[in-house]
């Protein structure tokens, strides 16, 4: 079995930050413009409270999954909540506890901050994912509308 470990993307991650954020889209069936990528990369490293963050996990030393997540206030609670928005694992990855281990990093980066909502969503079609999900969190039967 091999070790993962879970630390805050680092300036040195852009390669591989990338590759995993496009094999994300890929698996959604979608793409961004490349002043997106731009953008969301000087994003993860402003300071401000409500910007994005993001996580690598790393197996054997090497970059096998992220996740991004961010803050936001709610009119639910003083503390606010943690969305989770993108969580991937390389295919080679899946299974080795990467994925839990993301989840788990944000949880805590969360509670640090005296958040205790942490949510997200995926597609009604990944199963895989699916399977995680139901093991470190609970369904919440919402469903999601989009104005585009």
Not at 62 to 76: A, K, N, Q, Y
């Amino acid at each position: 079995m091999t070790d993962i470990t879970i630390r805050p993307l680092e300036q040195s991650d852009h390669a591989d930050w990338r590759r995993l954020w496009t094999a994300y889209l890929t698996f959604y069936e979608t793409s961004v413009p490349e002043d997106v990528y731009e953008t969301t990369w000087k994003r993860l490293f402003d300071p401000g409270e409500f910007e994005p963050k993001c996580f690598v996990a790393l197996r054997d030393g090497e970059p096998v999954g992220l996740v991004h997540f961010m803050f936001h206030r709610s009119c639910w609670s003083i503390e606010g909540n943690c969305y989770l928005q993108d969580l991937f694992t390389d295919e080679a990855a899946r299974g080795s506890g990467a994925g839990a281990a993301l989840i788990e990093a944000v949880r805590q980066a969360a509670a640090e901050r005296g958040v205790r909502n942490v949510y997200w969503m995926t597609h009604e079609t990944n199963a895989t994912a699916q399977r995680l999900y139901d093991r470190v969190a609970r369904r919440t039967g919402f469903i999601e509308y989009d104005l585009l």
